[in-house]
């Protein structure tokens, strides 16, 4: 039998305690089994049923069976009671049961920590910008139950609650910056927790059939992201250099093993160019950089037709330093082996073609001069540059080159390519990015999967390997403008990447220079970044031992700093020349005997009582004090004077040693 | 202390011995037009101090002694039909007085304490569709036998917020229970009291005493004691604005009988208990905490603007 009757908790603050967990929930009703949902579902409405109708709860055995059918469940869908999916799967069972026990104030103080907590499990998934501010929504709306739960009313009104909320959160955001800057960093993903952030993201794939390219430049996500250290190249020199397929099999282009390291074979001109890559996770192992690298990754190599590979698959998003040569000459010392490779074409495909390049070579025309019919061919003919071209049937390249004549960079690429291997030209595709979009709001540079590109690399004796873009032949704006200039009214382009409204591309350049800020400064605020923070303030050694120095430091400066505020708003009636004096008064009295200073809930009387009884001997001043200050503070006609007065007796007051 | 109510403490002091502090509390309240509820264990002098203020105020006296089978009719009067004139005539009951003195209130059934609690609210009665006013000044002085007694209709907490105070009086101390034995009886002293004053001149002391000045900052002080009481977890009901101003009222009849003119926060401390104690209820989970203890806590915990 308990001692006492549980104070109600109060329909309205349980169900607004209800909804806040919910929506804390919610994030996470895709990620575990339809189960769970459905049974975390249910203890919500029955929970809410039993607030509705001030329901009792169901009995303790019940609530205990429940507890180990939960946990076997988990058990049974996840092999595990541990580890992140298990451990947070039953959490939210857990607390769906605690629910159910939900009776008193400390109960729902219980469920509100719980719901913190809950709290950072969203973030094990997910670290989105947008997953943060749902979040921050979230905390907000709990903490204001935190708050409503205070309150002794059992219908507290939701507004002062909620801005009692925002008020504290508001206040403890300084402490989180603190806490986030100095606290110590370990090296590794957000969390340390391995991460699957796949999440579907499709990129480049070392194989290359007609549609493929075409269906990548739908999407709008976003590949990489570069920070040049000087003024951005013109739009046409950035070719990313992506997978390079050598081997055609008469529809698909494929990458296949690529040659070994030949970053012998390259002559440069100039300077190199110097910028930050920050790749998305593409679940692949490339890495782009601009032709031709001058450097490479830590932990990739680069192979022999200047692929940029990394040692594992970009799980993560990934930030390094590039610097790259746009003049060079490249492969003049080509292996034959290779060569024969960048020659071979299926037999028996693409008749019309092979027998047209067959005729340019027999008309003994140069290398040099076969590219440039290819060109010609393709600039003079009716070639159109779209993203829905039609459908091709067996004989790919023929019916692209002689039939529909409309395709997207893949076709234009893949019949080059095709043509110059008939001509007997060492050729092949190269895939990547090419240009971007110069976000001004950041002053970086976005290439997106719309950005998504094929060209043709050409070897030429004495030359070496040459790049050649056959859509530039066709549609010279795509290479110099970006894709939006070169697609067509009215076809399927992302519908941002477009440029028509000006005001929906600032608003989209507005948003990715927010998403690149929070990755570059939220998460991938890594161990190497504290360090280079640290070493711009003036410190030389951001080891742990300096981190929680500074960290203390800091979070005493802000709690300092916080408190004051406070404290001058307790004490803005102290500003009152009257009430100054008065605690002048008690100072006084606190120094002779610090018992004597006066208690926040004494008035004049009671005080001068107490005062008066230490210090006997001026019992008469110590009167003319209070009655002053009692006639000044609580008497019908207050005299003008009485603060300098009671400021000036207080002043020549002398308290005798010994009084007491 | 005030000329012309200090007689009366000291007559009333005379005769119930040791309760300094709950006579003047008393004297506030009737000052302050409040009703007084006494709660205390029989024999202690309730019936004694209630005889003896109205008898030293020269106020006319009633008590009804409240039972279980007590009717409206009882407290209120009654309507005879009269067969010489044919008519019905009202024969006033014993709530028609200036001091009536409700002793065991809490012993009649609801129903006939709800005859006399409307009286107090009002001060009038309405008995066959007429009203009637009661005399002024019109107190009532109710006393309660603790409620855990058997045998007892505790009062409601609406009924218990139209008394302004309740107040306790407990065993007399050693030296006040000896004179109190040694001395003659209370009745024949009381018989014997000469009236310090009159009803026209308490009239006019009690209009003086809504006079008493009271600042801003001590409304300030109310208010933050009220707030207190809405917000502090341990607490189940605020006090109502009519707690507030029943505060207010007897902090200035309080000031008063100390010959002041103006309120001064010790004033309301001194009354607080009295006043909220009744109205406050204590949150469960929080250790059980007499109402003087709450008051005592709610005055430490709110600091004097």
């Given at each position: 039998m308990r001692g006492f009757e549980p104070r109600p908790l109060g329909t309205g603050r349980v169900l607004a305690l209800l909804g806040a967990i919910a929506a804390l929930l919610l994030p996470h009703a895709t990620r575990i089994p339809l189960w769970i949902s459905t049974a975390t579902g249910v203890a919500f409405a029955v929970r809410a049923l039993f607030a509705w109708r001030g329901y009792g709860m169901p009995p303790q055995w019940i609530l205990a069976a429940l507890a180990v059918a939960s946990a076997g469940g988990i058990w049974f869908s996840?092999?595990?009671?541990?580890g992140r999916d298990a451990a947070v799967a039953l959490l939210i069972l857990m607390l769906s049961l605690k629910l159910m026990e939900l009776r008193s104030t400390r109960d729902a103080l219980v469920l509100i920590v719980l719901g913190y907590f809950l709290a950072i499990t969203d973030f094990l998934y997910s670290q989105t910008i947008a997953t943060a501010l749902y979040l921050v929504t979230c905390v907000w709306c709990i903490t204001a139950c935190l708050v409503a739960f205070q309150y002794r009313s059992q219908q507290p009104r939701a507004v002062p609650a909620l801005r009692a909320s925002a008020v504290m959160l508001a206040q403890a955001a300084p402490l989180m910056l603190v806490l986030f800057v100095l606290f110590p960093r370990v090296q590794g993903p957000l969390w340390g927790l391995p991460q699957a952030?796949?999440?579907?993201?499709?990129g480049l794939s070392d194989s290359m059939s007609p549609g493929s390219l075409s269906n990548l430049s739908l999407s709008d996500g976003v590949a990489f992201r570069v920070d040049f250290a000087a003024p951005v190249p013109a739009l046409g020199r950035l070719y990313w250099r992506g997978p390079v397929m050598w081997d055609f099999d008469g529809r698909t282009w494929r990458a296949g093993e690529s040659p070994g390291a030949g970053i012998s074979g390259i002559d440069t001109i100039g300077e190199p160019i110097r910028y930050t890559v920050t790749l998305e996770a593409h679940e692949m192992r490339w890495l782009f950089a601009l032709d031709v690298p001058a450097q490479i990754v830590e932990g990739s190599r680069l192979t022999g037709d200047l692929q940029l590979i990394?040692?594992?698959?970009?799980r993560n998003r990934l930030r390094y330093d590039m610097s790259s040569h746009l003049d060079y000459r490249f492969g003049l010392a080509e292996d034959a082996v290779n060569l024969q490779r960048a020659r071979r074409l299926p037999r028996g495909f693409n008749p019309r073609s092979v027998a047209l390049a067959d005729q340019w070579r027999s008309a003994g025309a140069s290398p040099r001069a076969i590219v440039q019919q290819a060109l010609s061919m393709f600039r003079q003919q009716p070639f159109f540059y779209t993203l829905v071209p039609p459908e091709l049937g067996r004989d790919s390249v023929d019916e692209f080159l002689f039939d529909t004549r409309r395709g997207f960079c893949e076709h234009f690429a893949s019949s080059f390519v095709v043509l110059m291997r008939a001509a007997g030209l060492p050729a092949r595709v190269v895939t990547g990015y090419q240009g971007g979009v110069l976000n001004p709001l950041g002053d970086y540079l976005m290439v997106r999967q719309s950005e998504a590109h094929a060209w043709a690399e050409v070897w030429i004796e004495n030359e070496g390997w040459i790049r050649v873009d056959p859509t530039a032949a066709v549609s010279p704006q795509r290479i110099e403008a970006g894709i939006a200039a070169a697609i067509p009214d009215g076809e399927p382009l992302p519908l941002l990447v477009r440029t028509g409204n000006p005001w929906l591309r600032q608003m989209r350049f507005g948003i990715d220079a927010m998403a690149n800020g929070w990755n570059q400064w939220v998460l991938g605020y890594s161990p190497d970044r504290q360090m280079r923070l640290f070493q711009r303030v003036g410190f030389s050694d951001a080891n742990w031992h300096n981190l929680v120095i500074a960290l203390m430091v800091a979070t005493g400066v802000v709690l300092g700093a916080l408190s004051l505020v406070v404290m001058r708003r307790l004490r803005r009636s102290a500003t009152d020349p009257l009430v100054g004096a008065w605690n002048a008064l008690s100072r006084k009295l606190a120094t002779a005997s610090p018992k004597l200073a006066r208690q926040a809930h004494e008035g004049p009387e009671t005080y001068l009582m107490r005062a008066a009884a230490a210090f006997p001997q001026t019992r008469e001043a110590l009167q003319r004090i209070c009655r002053l200050y009692a006639d000044a503070r609580y008497g019908p006609a207050p005299s003008p004077t009485s603060a300098k007065d009671l400021a000036r007796l207080v002043r020549a007051l002398h308290l005798e040693a010994g009084g007491h | 202390m005030n000329r012309d109510l200090s007689p009366v403490l000291d007559a009333v002091g005379g005769i119930v011995l040791g309760k300094q502090r709950a006579i003047r509390l008393t004297i506030a309240c009737l000052l302050a037009r409040g009703h007084l509820l006494i709660e205390d264990l029989?024999?202690?002098g309730k019936t004694t101090l209630a005889h003896a203020l109205a008898r030293a105020l020269g106020l006319d006296f009633q008590r009804i002694q409240f039972t279980s089978d007590l009717l409206p009719a009882d407290v209120l009067g009654v309507s005879v039909f009269e067969r010489e004139t044919g008519t019905f005539k009202f024969h006033p009951g014993p709530v028609f007085t200036q001091v009536v003195l409700a002793d065991e209130v809490n012993r009649a059934t609801p129903k006939a304490q709800s005859a006399l609690l409307e009286a107090m609210e009002e001060h009038q009665v309405t008995i066959d569709g007429v009203t009637r006013r009661l005399p002024e000044p019109f107190f009532v002085i109710a006393t309660q036998n603790p409620s855990h007694q058997t045998g007892t209709f505790p009062l409601p907490e609406s009924q218990l917020d139209r008394f302004l105070m309740r107040i306790e009086l407990g065993y007399p101390d050693a030296a006040a229970e000896r004179a109190l034995l040694a001395g003659s009886e209370r009745r024949d002293l009381i018989e014997h009291l000469a009236p310090a004053l009159d009803a026209t001149r308490f009239t006019q002391l009690q209009q003086a005493a809504r006079k008493v000045h009271v600042a801003p900052a001590l409304l300030d002080y109310l208010q933050a004691l009220i707030a207190h009481t809405r917000h502090s977890p341990d607490f189940v009901i605020g006090l109502s604005p009519r707690a507030g101003l029943s505060l207010l009222n007897a902090a200035r009849a309080w000031a008063f009988l100390d010959d002041r003119g103006a309120v001064l926060p010790e004033d309301m401390q001194a009354v607080l208990p009295s006043v909220v104690g009744h109205r406050l209820h204590i949150a469960s989970g929080t250790s059980r905490l007499s109402s003087d203890a709450l008051a005592a806590r709610l005055i430490a915990e709110v600091p004097v603007p």
């Open positions: 996840y092999g595990a009671l541990f952030t796949s999440s579907g993201v499709t990394a040692g594992r698959p970009v | 029989p024999g202690v």
